[in-house]
């Protein structure tokens, strides 16, 4: 479970993040929605602590990512927007070098990369240097990276960008498995159609706040006709009941 208390953040005179707070609960897919420029990826790089909160904390099963940040990431899963891999290394060789890294060696390291490899359908190309590789096929290496160490959390930073259709579908799927295996996932977008296909709960930042919160049919029901686009609308101008 994630738990996000009163994040706040500035970069001198610009306030990327006033106050953002919500939870995300185990078995359920929680869509961080908001305008580009809103504060999401500022939010979701202090909730896996690449930056550091001015106000605020967030906590990940308990653990606060500030205060204690190695067991905080241990639990944590993260697919940062625009995530770099090594080009000179294999997919393979990716993936083994997290998984080192959060304490994994040997034949269970071996056998967990096998799991990930056979679950994204990366057999074709996990053994191939990563250069070169089309979005999609980086997108699955970036994706075996972060649940290598079976993180019971994963957050993903708008991961459909600069997919096609095929690869937008196939990463829907594995986000649902995730779900129904129990996971907590969190994920930013701008795309309303994406939010609303995935979503359990929803929480809407505009302006570096929370403006609106719920499941997409509450927030739905908070405008005449029920349109979640609508309700968005409403919610990031101030008029939502």
């Known amino acids: 479970m994630i738990v996000v208390e009163g994040l706040a953040k500035r970069f001198g005179e610009v306030v990327a993040v006033a106050d953002v707070g919500f939870e995300a609960a185990d078995g359920r897919i929680t869509g961080l929605l908001g305008p580009n420029g809103a504060g999401k990826s500022t939010t979701l790089r202090m909730l896996y602590g690449a930056l550091r909160p001015d106000r605020g ?14 067991g905080a990431l241990a639990r944590l899963g993260v697919l940062p927007h625009g995530a770099g891999i090594y080009p000179h290394l294999t997919a393979r060789e990716n993936v083994r070098y997290f998984g080192e890294l959060h304490g994994l060696r040997g034949a269970a390291l071996e056998r967990r990369i096998d799991e990930l490899l056979e679950a994204l359908e990366m057999g074709a190309f996990a053994d191939r240097r ?8 980086k997108l699955k ?10 993180p019971r959390n994963v957050v993903l930073d708008e991961p459909t960008n600069g997919l096609d259709v095929l690869a937008t579908r196939s990463l829907r799927e594995l986000i649902r498995r995730l779900r129904d295996a129990g996971h907590c996932v969190l994920f930013s977008s701008h795309v309303m159609q994406e939010v609303a296909a995935l979503c359990d709960e929803i929480v809407i930042v505009g302006g570096g706040r929370v403006v609106a919160r719920g499941t997409p049919a509450e927030i739905g029901a908070r405008v005449q006709g029920g ?10 101008s101030g008029d939502a009941a």
């Open 130 to 137: 990563t250069k070169g590789f089309s979005q999609g096929q």
């Open 227 to 236: 349109s979640l686009e609508d309700a968005f609308v409403a919610a990031l």
């Open 141 to 150: 290496v970036a994706l075996a990276r972060a649940l290598v160490h079976s």
């Open 57 to 70: 904390r967030a906590l990940v099963d308990g653990h606060d990512v500030a205060l204690d940040p190695m």
